[in-house]
């Protein structure tokens, strides 16, 4: 499955909200920089293309924090909220580690409901695009293993 995360932090329309401040090292630029420790809540769009304009398909639903010292790393922790296609009404639940540099990323898909009840699997995680301090957009290949 392949979605498209939209982690929106500007404007009325932000999705991602930073609620703890990081008081840690600068770990990326930008004005404030990012730092460790600082902790953003998501209700972020899910769609099925990476324009903001392509058919919503779901949200994903967590936080994210600046868990390194050293990389500008996250620990992602969130639900992905199916609303429209076979498993609309379905949640997974994704949680990793997820440096924003890295070409490529892989996060562990932990549990689910309806559909994906007991699943197991992977999600790689690219940046489709990205402006610091304002706006992503994510692209996930989701692998997903359900038991019988």
Not at 30 to 54: H, K, N
Not at 93 to 103: L, S, T
Request: net charge negative.
């Amino acid at each position: 499955m392949r979605l498209f995360m939209h982690d929106v932090l500007t404007g009325p329309g932000a999705t991602a909200v930073e609620v703890v401040n990081g008081t840690g090292p600068s770990l990326f630029g930008g004005d404030p920089p990012l730092r460790f420790g600082q902790v953003v809540v998501i209700d972020d769009a899910l769609t099925d293309g990476p324009d903001p304009a392509s058919r919503p398909v779901g949200r994903a639903q967590g936080t994210y924090v600046f868990a390194s010292m050293h990389d500008p790393a996250l620990l992602f922790c969130m639900n992905v909220v199916l609303t429209a296609g076979p498993y609309s009404g379905s949640t997974f639940a994704v949680v990793g580690r997820d440096n924003i540099v890295e070409p490529l990323r892989e996060l562990s898909v932990v549990g689910g409901t309806g559909r994906f009840r007991m699943a197991t699997g992977y999600v790689l995680w690219r940046t489709a695009s990205w402006q610091l301090r304002k706006n992503a957009v994510l692209d996930l290949d989701v692998f997903i293993y359900v038991h019988a």
